[in-house]
């Protein structure tokens, strides 16, 4: 009989085993499934996110629309008008009236209907056609490239914020990495307290840089959170469900007079450019107001009562000289000389503005790329000098203190290198940007 309770009682602990060990298999397949059901994106992708999500471009999408509005505006003052009218006139008059079609009688009846086809055409406006017409184009060239320039800086913030983000999880890493160190250092010096080989000073200095590595710790984090936050905003989209995937930078040589050369393609300066056409094209519409308008209008009339009925067309030759204003035009085109001369001026500050940009954005590129070099050398040297004060503590030759200053130097040197690695990414888009040759298109 207790045999056969034990039997029972090992079976059940067989079955309980296998069970929880297809429960935690279960689990365990499920993490896995999560982590690749994750969609892995780039920065371009997060870009292409953006862009559609971006109500700034938006915005500026609907200013190009309204200049083609405007273009239509400007058709229709040297195209004319055609219009169909139709009237019924009705008014009080003497009972007794001539059935005849006198005068008299068609002024003094009681109703009184007309329709007819009315073109207005003009002949001459003083180029005030020719100039509305092409500044239209032109202000909806200045909206166009306005909008891709708001697409570069778009596309910078998309940027700045994706390597950020890359910046602190990789920072986090450092730092707790160090932070793993400094406790294996705290332990060891523990141990040899106990036993009188290391000084309290010692250990409550190590204590001491441990709690202000935690305090970067905690900082880094939130910047993090911060920053993934700002992220999502641009995106449009949380990024719980995404991975983020890092692309290495092209390597080719980079030359600043290639960059100097596009200096006419940054999208700004063709705006600017647009906009000083733009000014100079309305100065020539604000001029036509000194020359003679010359209309032609003309009426076919399909309905007309009265002693006019056998009349079925008139037209109206129409010479307007304008003789005096007041001042008006005068002070109109002195204020459109000056808004010309204004755009000229900005349109030379946009250009020497956007050669600046992209000299002082290759020289940052230069610096935070050679910084990079420069400090992974140091990382490098850093590591082998920690590992020797470590060797050298082992044998008495050198202090604690000594391994102490030699793992923050590491610590500090790695999260150096790490930020000027993603600095250096950044700075080579925000070249791009400044000559002009980015940003890719939307997927």
């Given at each position: 009989?207790?045999?056969?309770?034990?039997?029972?009682?090992?079976i059940?602990?067989?079955?309980?085993?296998?069970?929880?060990?297809?429960?935690?298999?279960s689990a365990?397949?499920?993490?896995?499934?999560?982590?690749?059901?994750?969609?892995?994106?780039?920065?371009?992708?997060?870009?292409?996110?953006?862009?559609?999500?971006?109500?700034?471009?938006?915005?500026?999408?609907?200013?190009?629309?309204?200049?083609?509005?405007?273009?239509?505006?400007?058709?229709?003052?040297?195209?004319?008008?055609?219009?169909f009218?139709?009237?019924?006139?009705?008014?009080?008059a003497?009972?007794?009236?001539?059935?005849?079609?006198?005068?008299?009688?068609?002024?003094?009846?009681?109703?009184?209907?007309?329709?007819?086809?009315?073109?207005?055409?003009?002949?001459?406006?003083?180029?005030k056609?020719?100039?509305?017409?092409?500044?239209?184009?032109?202000?909806?060239?200045?909206?166009?490239?306005?909008?891709?320039?708001?697409?570069?800086?778009?596309f910078?913030?998309?940027?700045?914020?994706?390597?950020?983000?890359?910046?602190?999880?990789?920072?986090?890493?450092?730092?707790q990495?160090?932070?793993?160190?400094?406790?294996?250092?705290?332990a060891?010096?523990?141990?040899?307290?106990?036993?009188?080989?290391?000084?309290?000073?010692?250990?409550?200095?190590?204590?001491?840089?441990?709690?202000?590595?935690?305090?970067?710790l905690a900082?880094?984090?939130?910047?993090?959170?911060?920053?993934?936050?700002?992220?999502?905003?641009?995106?449009?989209?949380?990024?719980?469900?995404l991975?983020?995937?890092?692309?290495?930078m092209?390597?080719?040589?980079?030359?600043?007079?290639?960059?100097?050369?596009?200096?006419?393609?940054?999208?700004?300066?063709?705006?600017?450019?647009?906009?000083?056409?733009?000014?100079?094209?309305?100065?020539?519409?604000?001029?036509?107001?000194?020359?003679?308008?010359?209309?032609?209008?003309?009426?076919?009339?399909?309905?007309?009562?009265?002693?006019?009925?056998?009349?079925?067309?008139?037209?109206?030759?129409?010479?307007?000289?304008?003789?005096?204003?007041?001042?008006?035009?005068?002070?109109?085109?002195?204020d459109?000389?000056?808004?010309?001369?204004?755009?000229?001026?900005?349109?030379?500050?946009?250009?020497?503005?956007?050669?600046?940009?992209?000299?002082?954005?290759y020289?940052?590129?230069?610096?935070?790329?050679?910084?990079?070099?420069?400090?992974?050398?140091?990382?490098?040297?850093?590591?082998?000098?920690?590992?020797?004060?470590?060797e050298?503590?082992?044998?008495?030759?050198?202090?604690?203190?000594?391994?102490?200053?030699?793992?923050?130097?590491?610590?500090?040197?790695?999260?150096?290198?790490?930020?000027?690695?993603?600095?250096?990414?950044?700075?080579?888009?925000?070249?791009?940007?400044?000559?002009?040759?980015?940003?890719?298109?939307?997927l």
């Amino acid at each position: 009989m207790n045999k056969i309770k034990f039997l029972q009682l090992r079976i059940f602990a067989i079955f309980l085993c296998v069970s929880l060990t297809s429960q935690w298999v279960s689990a365990e397949d499920k993490t896995v499934e999560t982590a690749e059901t994750k969609q892995f994106v780039g920065l371009m992708e997060c870009y292409d996110l953006a862009f559609k999500r971006s109500e700034t471009l938006a915005i500026s999408k609907e200013e190009i629309e309204r200049a083609e509005a405007t273009f239509f505006q400007a058709t229709s003052q040297a195209l004319g008008h055609v219009d169909f009218i139709a009237t019924s006139f009705k008014q009080d008059a003497p009972a007794e009236t001539s059935t005849d079609s006198s005068v008299g009688s068609t002024l003094s009846a009681r109703e009184k209907t007309e329709s007819r086809f009315a073109i207005t055409q003009p002949l001459f406006q003083g180029f005030k056609s020719l100039g509305a017409l092409t500044g239209a184009g032109n202000l909806r060239s200045q909206r166009k490239y306005e909008w891709i320039r708001a697409q570069h800086l778009l596309f910078l913030d998309v940027a700045r914020s994706f390597y950020q983000v890359f910046r602190y999880e990789k920072d986090l890493e450092i730092i707790q990495e160090i932070r793993k160190l400094f406790l294996e250092r705290i332990a060891e010096l523990s141990e040899r307290e106990k036993i009188g080989r290391s000084r309290a000073s010692e250990l409550a200095t190590a204590n001491a840089s441990l709690k202000n590595i935690e305090a970067e710790l905690a900082k880094s984090q939130g910047a993090l959170i911060a920053e993934k936050n700002v992220l999502e905003f641009l995106i449009g989209m949380p990024l719980e469900g995404l991975k983020l995937k890092d692309t290495v930078m092209p390597g080719e040589e980079i030359v600043l007079s290639h960059y100097l050369s596009n200096l006419e393609m940054r999208p700004d300066v063709e705006a600017s450019e647009n906009a000083t056409k733009l000014a100079r094209k309305n100065l020539i519409v604000v001029q036509s107001d000194l020359w003679p308008v010359v209309s032609l209008e003309y009426n076919r009339y399909t309905e007309r009562d009265g002693f006019q009925s056998n009349i079925d067309w008139d037209a109206l030759f129409k010479i307007d000289v304008p003789l005096f204003r007041g001042g008006k035009t005068i002070g109109n085109i002195k204020d459109a000389i000056s808004n010309w001369k204004q755009a000229k001026f900005s349109y030379s500050r946009t250009k020497r503005e956007a050669e600046l940009d992209i000299k002082q954005t290759y020289q940052n590129w230069l610096t935070s790329h050679e910084r990079y070099k420069a400090l992974m050398e140091s990382v490098h040297a850093s590591e082998e000098s920690f590992r020797l004060q470590k060797e050298e503590y082992t044998r008495n030759l050198v202090n604690n203190l000594d391994v102490l200053q030699a793992l923050e130097l590491l610590y500090q040197v790695n999260r150096q290198a790490n930020e000027v690695y993603y600095e250096s990414k950044l700075n080579r888009w925000r070249l791009q940007v400044a000559s002009g040759q980015c940003c890719p298109e939307p997927l």
